[in-house]
């Protein structure tokens, strides 16, 4: 049998033996608790959210459906009816201040693994119970309660809460049973949803500031085991690259990598790494005085010279990008992808006669049909004066 969200005949109900599954009272001292079907055949559902790949968002629910105990149609009569419009009296516990339990059975349960910002509004890392005040028009306030162990909201006061968000519902395709799940989601936030009948409202979490989060835990990480190795101090320098951030700390990680007694190794990447940290800085003729050492390191492999040369076109650095091109060529004797790179870095430079001379000698080696497609573009291209692409 199914049960609506609230329980209106919670009191009927009481003189039965089924009183504990039906409304969550505490069965008496006597009483052995055992493993039943969940009350009124609502499933309990669970979802996980990661934002990143360390704050995450739990939600743990029981998941009510619009069909109706006895089987009929509730379409159109779940918004205002099954779930009351504003605070209501649930006939039992706190009086006629109660929400709705967004859910059914217990509490409708949301754990932050970090402290995230809901809607804009900061919210510690805990457990919530979570309730919903629905309106037939304008926003709904969702509810996050410091009491997470509730069944519903029979015992719900609002001195346990812990924030108040006014949120806009929208319509949505029919959805049967009550349903949360993540959308929108970016590398900083993610978009919970509840969805129930034809309503979805969606609930905005955001990492306040993610880079400093990752931060953290890359400290955490270079003082345990992996700091003994050289590829984790690269990577963390290259994270602070790439995001614009702790340029300082990643200058101390980039020498690390390079030099750490027991721990460091010279090599193409981490001398490239160390040398992209001191760009950032601005510290431009120690950087490229690195990035030679780099490209001169017998480590240095004709790909990771290319893909660095690329790196510089991207920048807009074409006589630089030529010169690496050049190089690469030059040492690896024409040697597949510096053919390759010979035409971009020409090509980039506007001599497209002899970008045309490289991109066909490109053609004849080309490992593979991707690269085969690629550079008869490229060579079309450069026949009609155009520039690579």
């Not at 199914?2 to 089924?18: D, G, H």
């Not at 349903?179 to 929108?184: G, L, N």
């Not at 602070?240 to 010279?266: D, H, R, Y």
Request: with cysteine; proline share 6%; net charge negative.
């Amino acid at each position: 049998m199914k049960k609506a969200p609230f329980a209106p005949l919670f009191l009927a109900l009481c003189a039965t033996a089924l009183l504990p599954s039906l409304t969550g009272l505490a069965p008496s001292a006597s009483a052995q608790t055992i493993t039943l079907p969940p009350s009124g055949d609502n499933q309990r559902s669970e979802v996980t959210q990661y934002i990143g790949s360390i704050a995450n968002i739990h939600v743990r629910y029981h998941s009510p459906d619009v069909t109706g105990p006895n089987g009929e149609d509730r379409r159109g009569k779940i918004w205002g009816d099954v779930v009351p419009y504003g605070v209501t009296d649930l006939g039992f516990g706190m009086g006629p201040t109660s929400p709705w339990r967004a859910g059914a059975n217990e509490n409708t349960v949301i754990t932050l693994s970090h402290d995230l910002q809901v809607e804009g509004k900061l919210l510690p890392a805990g457990a919530y119970g979570f309730h919903l005040i629905a309106q037939e028009n304008g926003p709904w306030t969702a509810i996050f309660s410091k009491n997470a162990e509730a069944w519903g909201s029979y015992s719900y006061t609002a001195s346990d809460d812990a924030l108040r968000v006014d949120v806009l519902p929208r319509a949505h395709e029919h959805t049967e049973w009550l349903t949360y799940a993540f959308i929108d989601r970016k590398p900083a936030s993610a978009v919970l949803a509840m969805r129930w009948e034809a309503v979805e409202l969606p609930i905005r979490f955001e990492v306040p500031d993610i880079n400093a989060l990752y931060l953290q835990q890359i400290r955490r990480d270079l003082s345990g085991g992996n700091g003994f190795a050289w590829q984790a101090h690269e990577q963390a320098a290259q994270f602070c690259v790439q995001n614009k951030t702790n340029l300082q700390e990643a200058l101390i990680w980039a020498e690390n990598a390079v030099s750490m007694p027991f721990i460091g190794e010279a090599n193409f990447t981490t001398l490239k790494t160390k040398a992209d940290v001191l760009q950032a800085l601005g510290r431009s003729d120690e950087a490229k005085a690195t990035l030679n050492q780099a490209i001169e390191h017998p480590t240095a492999q004709a790909d990771a010279i290319h893909q660095y040369g690329r790196q510089l076109l991207s920048r807009g650095e074409k006589d630089e990008a030529l010169r690496v091109f050049t190089l690469n060529y030059t040492r690896n004797k024409g040697a597949w992808p510096t053919h390759v790179g010979m035409m971009r870095g020409l090509s980039a430079t506007g001599d497209f006669k002899n970008a045309l001379k490289h991109a066909k000698l490109a053609l004849e080696q080309a490992p593979d049909p991707l690269n085969k497609t690629t550079l008869q573009g490229a060579v079309e291209r450069l026949q009609q004066g155009l520039a690579v692409e």
